[in-house]
């Protein structure tokens, strides 16, 4: 009996040695995976130091090298689209049409013309002014400040409004001058009708008449006059002499021409019928 008992002892102390054994094992398997995860977690947070570092380092280099910059971690750059040709627009005028330019007056266009600016090609109205004895160009994309010439109807309603009575303001000249110019640079044909009708002193010598008063004057009567001129398909004297007919100008100076013109033929007439 006491062998047995001191069997079944020994057994019992060798289960609860082995007991201990395993879970001092596990323990110690356990540490060891926790060493290793903080280890782990160390190694990266050092890693995420240095990228940090190495990124902030690169801001301050591009802060640097562009001032004017903001540097954005996730910044995307923008595509830039290289223009090389104009854009494509309808030619609304043909080679040989006269035009109007509101700060040159009536031109006709010469030709067509591709002009290289800043590595765009640039498709352009070539335009000839023979009064002012000058050429310019209008690009086809801006022709909507050319305007075609006035038609027959327009012509004689700005008659109609050179006939009617001046409407002057009473303001000063400097300011008028202003409002005038305005007009005359605008293009329309209206506007350049009202000036010549305000400005015009007919034949009457005693009104006083100042430089930049007259020299408005022949600026809006002469693009009036070329407009008549070449709308009406006439010379520039009939042009002239229904312009100054409806301004009450020079009548004197027709009434003479066309007596000269009457004594002229009559001894003519007179040689015929002898």
Not at 243 to 267: G, H, S
Request: proline share 3%; with cysteine.
């Amino acid at each position: 009996m006491k062998n047995i008992l001191k069997k079944i002892l020994n057994n019992k102390k060798s289960k609860k040695v082995v007991k201990k054994k395993v879970k001092s094992v596990k323990r110690v398997v356990k540490i060891k995976k926790v060493s290793k995860a903080i280890k782990i977690k160390k190694v990266a947070k050092e890693l995420n130091k240095k990228k940090l570092i190495k990124d902030s380092k690169k801001n301050k280099i591009e802060a640097k090298s562009d001032p004017l910059r903001i540097p954005k971690n996730n910044e995307q750059k923008p595509e830039i689209k290289k223009v090389k040709k104009q854009e494509t627009e309808k030619r609304l005028f043909k080679v040989k049409d006269y035009v109007v330019y509101p700060k040159h007056g009536v031109g006709q266009i010469t030709e067509t013309k591709k002009i290289n600016i800043g590595g765009i090609d640039v498709e352009t109205y070539v335009l000839k002014f023979e009064k002012d004895k000058a050429n310019g160009m209008v690009p086809v994309n801006k022709q909507s400040h050319l305007r075609p010439l006035a038609t027959i109807n327009q012509i004689n309603k700005c008659v109609s409004i050179l006939k009617s009575k001046p409407k002057i303001k009473r303001s000063m000249w400097s300011r008028r001058a202003q409002e005038y110019e305005a007009k005359i640079s605008s293009g329309k044909i209206y506007d350049l009708a009202e000036v010549v009708r305000d400005l015009n002193k007919g034949d009457d010598i005693m009104i006083d008449q100042s430089y930049s008063e007259r020299q408005l004057f022949e600026k809006a009567y002469d693009r009036l006059l070329t407009e008549f001129q070449i709308v009406m398909g006439s010379s520039l004297e009939d042009a002239q002499k229904k312009l100054d007919k409806a301004l009450k100008r020079n009548l004197e100076k027709q009434a003479q021409k066309v007596d000269e013109k009457q004594i002229v033929e009559e001894p003519i007439n007179q040689e015929l019928t002898e």
